[in-house]
């Protein structure tokens, strides 16, 4: 018996069994009722009801010893069960038979016709319905109890409703057995995959990264199949290639290879599996290994190759070769099949993985930075915040002359000048960060606004200025232009104090960028990814030199950004850091071009 019928058999005949033990509590109930009707209606002493119910007795006890679950397990099984429900109609009609009997009985005739098709197969049910309609027919004759033509065709056509409406509803409940059994067949699979792969989830326990759990699960698989070697193409989306992951497995060891990618357009037999989500067993590779793209340049001559697939998305392809004993069979292509699902679930989770430790890192150092930040602002803040007090407190001593409380004075207005610069780049930053900020961009004449931050800013005696053509004109909003820059060259003279700061604008087909140049240390490569982060600073905040918070590149990021541009920074020939800012040019009539 093929294995996807054993729960269908199992289901009815426990069902079946259910049913038959029911009409036998069933038939002793009718016994009661119809000894009780014989009596009201003084047919008990007829002796041929007597013998009818005392046979009926002796088919009860009978029914009523018997175990049916196990009896409809035996080939004789269901021919038993016929019997029964043959004897059920052959003993109600000689009851109705029986003079006032009969419009007892006659509703009882549509009942049986239920139970038969509850437990009987659709033929034997048919049987059993034709069979009743015909003995409702010779009893009514008999009994002479249909007047009427009317009075013999109601019961008969009752009969064949209830048959036709019991015969849909055991087909129906055949059917969902039968799509049971199908989903109980598929669970059973999945579950034997899952078995196989059990060992590898317990192996995966300690791994930490793809690299590390990789070879564990292609190593389970190959093992299972019997096969040397196994190697992982995976999908990546953004450039929409299969790209192979090192290491690869070979005979229980692990073997680091090359970047080795495929174009899921180029046609190879990987590509295919990989579109197609089917896969294949391939012989002989090696005889024309140009014909098999990267499997011919793996040296791999017999494979199969099968789809990697997470929730209905192919995510790579697995590629299983070189059998060590035979060849691979069908057998071994379908078992690969099935173990690649949880396979790509299992890599496709340690894809994951890797990217929430990824994710918990960064956040580690955001936290870090943040704490960073709170230290930095603590210091920013108190430290002006003292020596305005100070200033204050001398003041009030008794002595200090004009001049040294003009100067007390001034410091405290420097100092009081510094938080509320503090104060308002922390408010800009919030601002930048939820971009809230207005823009306005209008054509900016770069050599005016750079001209404008060389005489008002005064942090950077050593500033040089260069604009060429000098009618450069960028479309911008001016005071978030003048505020990148303040930024930038502030930035330069903290880090570079003793050199000069060079701005250079230029034009670069339809854009412009300005650079601001020091000649400092310079931004650690390491580093120049991070630059622009909020809070991010050179120095640790325990053993901080220089002032600041950390904001100032940020904003300018965030404001060059909302104008459209971008900024880059790099290395400084000689050593320093350049900023780079690149934006659009401003598009305007000729006439409204200044001239030089």
């Known amino acids: 018996m093929p294995s996807g019928q054993q729960p269908t058999i199992s289901t009815l005949v426990r069902f079946r069994a259910a049913a038959l033990r029911r009409s036998v509590m069933l038939g002793w109930v009718l016994l009661v009722v119809l000894t009780a009707a014989a009596v009201r209606t003084d047919t008990f002493p007829d002796r041929r009801f007597l013998v009818t119910v005392a046979i009926f007795l002796v088919i009860l006890s009978l029914a009523s010893g018997t175990d049916w679950s196990r009896v409809l397990r035996k080939p004789y099984g269901p021919l038993l069960a016929w019997a029964w429900t043959i004897a059920l109609v052959l003993t109600l009609t000689v009851i109705a038979t029986v003079e006032g009997m009969f419009q007892a009985t006659l509703p009882i005739f549509p009942g049986i016709v239920v139970l038969t098709g509850l437990i009987l197969e659709p033929v034997r049910h048919v049987f059993v319905s034709v069979l009743t309609a015909f003995l409702v027919i010779i ?181 299983i070769g070189d059998p060590a004993g035979d060849p691979f069979t069908d057998g071994q292509v379908e078992d690969v099949s099935s173990l690649a699902a949880p396979a790509a679930l299992v890599l496709s989770q340690l894809g994951r993985y890797e990217a929430a430790a990824e994710m918990t890192r960064r956040m580690r150092e955001v936290a870090q930075m943040k704490t960073d930040f709170v230290s930095v602002v603590s210091h920013e803040l108190r430290t002006p915040l003292t020596s305005i007090i100070g200033s204050l407190d001398t003041i009030k001593r008794p002595g200090i002359g004009p001049e040294a409380t003009e100067d007390l004075l001034e410091s405290a207005r420097r100092q009081a000048n510094r938080l509320q610069r503090l104060i308002e780049d922390l408010l800009f930053a919030s601002r930048v960060d939820r971009q809230t900020i207005p823009i306005s961009i209008q054509p900016v004449l770069v050599r005016d606004m750079l001209s404008e931050l060389e005489t008002t800013h005064s942090t950077s005696p050593h500033l040089r200025i260069s604009v060429e053509p000098v009618d450069l004109m960028v479309a911008a909003d001016p005071d978030h232009l003048r505020r990148v820059f303040i930024n930038l060259v502030d930035n330069a003279s903290k880090y570079a104090p003793d050199s000069p700061v060079e701005v250079i604008a230029r034009a670069v087909r339809s854009r412009i960028d300005i650079d601001v140049i020091d000649h400092g240390d310079g931004i650690p490569p390491e580093m120049r990814a991070r630059i622009f982060d909020a809070f991010t600073q050179l120095e640790r905040s325990e053993t901080r030199t220089k002032g600041g918070t950390g904001l100032g590149l940020s904003i300018v990021r965030g404001l060059v950004e909302a104008m459209g541009g971008q900024v880059v920074v790099t290395e400084t020939p000689g050593g320093g850091a350049t900023f780079t800012i690149s934006l659009p040019m401003a598009a305007v009539a000729p006439d409204l071009i200044p001239l030089a």
């Open 139 to 319: 009893a009514a004759l008999v009994t002479a109890e249909a007047d009427t033509f009317a009075d013999l065709v109601i019961p008969v056509l009752t009969i064949g409703v209830v048959a036709a409406a019991t015969a849909l509803i055991g087909t129906e409940f055949a059917r969902e057995a039968k799509m049971s059994a199908a989903q109980q067949e598929a669970l059973s699979s999945q579950r034997e995959d899952f078995r196989r792969l059990y060992a590898v989830s317990t192996t995966l326990a300690g791994a930490e990264s793809l690299a590390e759990g990789l070879p564990e699960i292609v190593g389970r698989i190959c093992r299972y199949v019997d096969a040397q070697v196994g190697v992982v193409f995976l999908y990546r989306p953004e450039d929409h290639t299969l790209r192979v992951v090192s290491p690869m497995w070979v005979n229980g060891h692990t073997l680091e290879v090359d970047e080795i990618t495929v174009r899921v357009t180029d046609g190879s037999i990987v590509t295919k599996v990989f579109r197609s989500g089917r896969a294949i067993r391939l012989e002989r590779i090696l005889q024309r290994p140009d014909q098999f793209g990267v499997l011919g340049e793996l040296g791999i001559d017999n494979a199969i190759v099968a789809p990697l697939r997470v929730e209905g998305h192919n995510v790579g392809v697995l590629a």
